[in-house]
């Protein structure tokens, strides 16, 4: 697929809409999910946003899915029995800082989380986008420098795994358009190395965290 | 009432946990509650949750579920053997100690 400034400034924008409706899906989700049991709706959205920054804690700790739920459940229940004689913000005032509390439940070190992989390896596209677009920028203005009309230059270069660059000018030698073809493997041989060192790794450190468990 | 030095209690969080568990099984806040009505009131929520957390996370505490008529169920917690042998520990780890403190500041000054 060959992908024009034109057409990738529309698909970027497109994109950028359907992240944020999901985005904001998922936020109304997380609220109704971490709301407290009972109590008016300042209350439940006032446990809503301490429980939601207690889970995203316990993730960043590398505390599991299932064992996340056990502990966000256990904390929203205790909240509503203390709301209940003392009122919400007295009750939350007493967990401290849910990072805090957070750091203090999964006080041993679990080893490398998922989310921390992912951000790493969102960072690491990134700057590969970023080589991708500064290469194609010094390829375009250096074909548009020899203002030849018409030219059609097509470069495949193994640096990026084989990734296609396209430009186009137009009859006065100015640039036309660029495009930037990625072949299939430019994206799974990252992908399959990501998975293939980080499932072991993970595994590894977790085994080494779990033996030492203190109180 | 005189004040507890909040920093002293978080040494003594585990050994009244094991106490107050081996006693009556309970759930968090409900122990949180008991402690208050002990005399621990400076003990917040913040330092009991976790120290429950690590209590069973070490199995010296089990956990079991009781439906709630409203919202999630209760997570009970009680002793088991290993916390059992850790309370028996503790306490007279505590017995040594308040029997050192008290035979050194109780000495009358020359």
């Known amino acids: 697929m060959t ?20 985005l904001a899906l998922g936020w109304i989700g997380m609220v109704i999910r971490f709301r407290a049991p009972v109590g008016s ?50 009750s939350l005032e007493r967990l401290g800082h849910p990072r805090d509390l957070a750091n203090a439940v999964a006080a041993r070190d679990r080893g490398p989380t998922w989310a921390l992989g992912s951000f790493v390896a969102l960072g690491v596209w990134f700057m590969l986008q970023m080589g991708l677009f500064f290469s194609a ?11 030849t009309s018409n030219a059609d230059v097509s470069v495949t270069t193994p640096v990026f795994l084989g990734t296609t660059f396209e430009v186009t000018t137009d009859a006065a030698g100015d640039l036309n358009s660029l495009g930037v073809e990625s072949s299939a493997i430019a994206l799974l041989i990252p992908a399959l190395a990501f998975v293939v060192f980080s499932t072991p790794w993970r595994l590894g450190t977790r085994k080494t965290a779990r033996s030492a468990v203190e109180i | 009432m005189n004040d507890v030095d909040p920093q002293m209690l978080k040494g003594l969080v585990t050994l009244l946990l094991l106490h107050l568990v081996a006693e009556r099984e309970d759930y968090g806040y409900a122990l949180v509650v008991r402690l208050r009505e002990a005399g621990f009131g400076d003990m917040a929520e913040g330092t009991v949750y976790p120290a429950l957390a690590r209590l069973e996370q070490a199995k010296r505490l089990d956990t079991y579920l ?10 009970y917690y ?22 050192l403190v008290t035979g050194l500041v109780s000495k009358e000054k020359p």
Do not use: F
């Open chain 1, 3 to 22: 992908v024009t400034i034109e057409s990738a400034t529309a698909v970027l924008a497109g994109g950028a809409g359907i992240v944020l409706l999901v």
């Open chain 1, 41 to 90: 709706w300042r209350d439940q959205a006032l446990t809503a946003k301490y429980v939601m920054r207690y889970d995203n804690a316990l993730e960043w700790r590398g505390v599991a899915r299932a064992e996340r739920r056990s502990l966000t459940d256990e904390l929203r229940r205790n909240i509503a029995d203390a709301a209940a004689t003392e009122g919400v913000s007295d």
């Open chain 1, 137 to 147: 920028d010094v390829l375009a203005t250096g074909i548009e420098q020899l203002e």
């Open chain 2, 66 to 75: 009781v439906p709630s008529d409203k919202g999630p169920a209760r997570k």
């Open chain 2, 78 to 99: 009680r002793i088991t053997p290993a916390g059992e042998l850790e309370l028996e520990r503790t306490n007279a780890a505590w017995d040594h100690l308040t029997g």
